[in-house]
Each structure stands twice: as structure tokens, then as C-alpha cells.
T-cell receptor, first 115, second 115 residues
Framework: GDSVTQMEGPVTLSEEAFLTINCTYTATGYPSLFWYVQYPGEGLQLLLKATKADDKGSNKGFEATYRKETTSFHLEKGSVQVSDSAVYFCALSGFSGGSNYKLTFGKGTLLTVNP | EPEVTQTPSHQVTQMGQEVILRCVPISNHLYFYWYRQILGQKVEFLVSFYNNEISEKSEIFDDQFSVERPDGSNFTLKIRSTKLEDSAMYFC?????????????FGAGSRLTVL
């Protein structure tokens, strides 16, 4: 079945440091790929997505490129801020039959950014 | 911005008791989901619901679980006889359309603690 493997944390960085969170996936067909973010005490929010190979999703300074050849969707940000402290989830949307697609999530990576 | 609303935010119950978690999806959405996250573990798919019936369920979603859309706005998850291992954060999600590229919007979650 579909699966997502992402770098386990926690990750602790200083403000303005470069961030990479690795994510690789296993899926049949051509899934869409997502990064969700969960701020403390809140629900899961979509951060960015990519729907086909070589697509780059971007939002709030974060980027991730859909790499079919390496089955990866690594999250990057050039300069993190304290407000980026959260849990980040990589996910894929795989076909389940009919019109049904479901998200399969990675374990999540806790990012803490210190001033 | 439209949002998915979940109640209660936190529920504590005794083992063996019935629990109902409630969700109000975004009003024009057609596909509804429940996910759960046991502390420190992955966000796991439980069930998807479309056109007033379950379209897919995971192995976790056994006979103790049921879902219902009783009145066209609420979407509920019932656990008939809770076990200690049901302690988790439960997330409701909805999406407007089918298709893997369409984004799920999540609620803030309901934390269930079974004693």
C-alpha cells in the first residue's frame, strides 16, 4: 500500500537558519503530494502541494519539488522564523477506487526555531 | 475562510463508555473523513464517507466505530465501547470534490482520553 517516510525530529534550529525536512513516498500510480503544518493547539493546515512530477509547491517561503525519479518531496525554507515552530507532515493522496482518494501521512517532524 | 468545526475539543471518558465526536464540515463539501493520531504516532486514516455511505474504511475502523451524517450538516464518529487504546486526537476533514489533487480541510481535532 501507499506509505510516506519523513525525517524524524525533533529538529531545532536558530532563527534564519536553512531548513530541510526529507520526505520520500511509495505509491502506485501518480499521487498528489502535500505538506501540512500543525501549529501548537491547532488542526492540520495545508502548507503546499504538488500534483505532478517536477511541480514545485510553495507558500510562506517554504518550497517542495515533486521528484518522481527519487520518489521524494523534501520541504525547504531558506530562513526560518520563530513563528515556523510547528509539526510538519508530509502526505500523499492516493487513489482508493471510484472517486475516492485518501491522504496517507508521514509521522510528522517537530520543528523548534529559537530566537 | 470556511472551516471545519469539531466538538468537543477534549473529552475524558471511562473505558467501556460510548463517545460521540461531532464535526461540522464545510457546507458545500461532499466528501468527509475521520483520521486519528495517537500521541507520538502517525496520522491514520479511519474512514471516508460520500453520498451518505462509507466509501472506504481502514482496519482500525472495526465494529466499535460508526459514522453518521444525521442532519445534512453534522458528521459524527461514534465509539460504542471505548478502550484505553482509543485515546488519541481525532481529526475530521472534508473536501469539495473527488480527485487526488483536491485538498482536504481539517478541523482542529478532538482529543479523547480514555481512563
Amino acid at each position: 500500500g501507499d506509505s510516506v517516510t519523513q525525517m524524524e525530529g525533533p529538529v531545532t534550529l536558530s532563527e534564519e537558519a536553512f531548513l530541510t525536512i526529507n520526505c520520500t513516498y511509495t505509491a502506485t500510480g501518480y499521487p498528489s503530494l502535500f505538506w501540512y503544518v500543525q501549529y501548537p493547539g491547532e488542526g492540520l493546515q495545508l502548507l503546499l502541494k504538488a500534483t505532478k512530477a517536477d511541480d514545485k509547491g510553495s507558500n510562506k517561503g517554504f518550497e517542495a519539488t515533486y521528484r518522481k525519479e527519487t520518489t521524494s518531496f523534501h520541504l525547504e525554507k531558506g530562513s526560518v522564523q520563530v513563528s515556523d515552530s510547528a509539526v510538519y507532515f508530509c502526505a500523499l493522496s492516493g487513489f482508493s477506487g471510484g472517486s475516492n482518494y485518501k491522504l496517507t501521512f508521514g509521522k510528522g517532524t517537530l520543528l523548534t526555531v529559537n530566537p | 475562510e470556511p472551516e471545519v468545526t469539531q466538538t468537543p475539543s477534549h473529552q475524558v471518558t471511562q473505558m467501556g463508555q460510548e463517545v460521540i465526536l461531532r464535526c461540522v464540515p464545510i457546507s458545500n463539501h461532499l466528501y468527509f473523513y475521520w483520521y486519528r493520531q495517537i500521541l507520538g504516532q502517525k496520522v491514520e486514516f479511519l474512514v471516508s464517507f460520500y453520498n451518505n455511505e462509507i466509501s472506504e474504511k481502514s482496519e482500525i475502523f472495526d465494529d466499535q466505530f460508526s459514522v453518521e451524517r444525521p442532519d445534512g450538516s453534522n458528521f459524527t464518529l461514534k465509539i460504542r465501547s471505548t478502550k484505553l487504546e482509543d485515546s488519541a486526537m481525532y481529526f475530521c476533514a472534508s473536501r469539495l470534490m473527488g480527485g487526488g489533487a483536491n485538498v482536504l480541510t481539517f478541523g482542529a481535532g478532538s482529543r479523547l482520553t480514555v481512563l
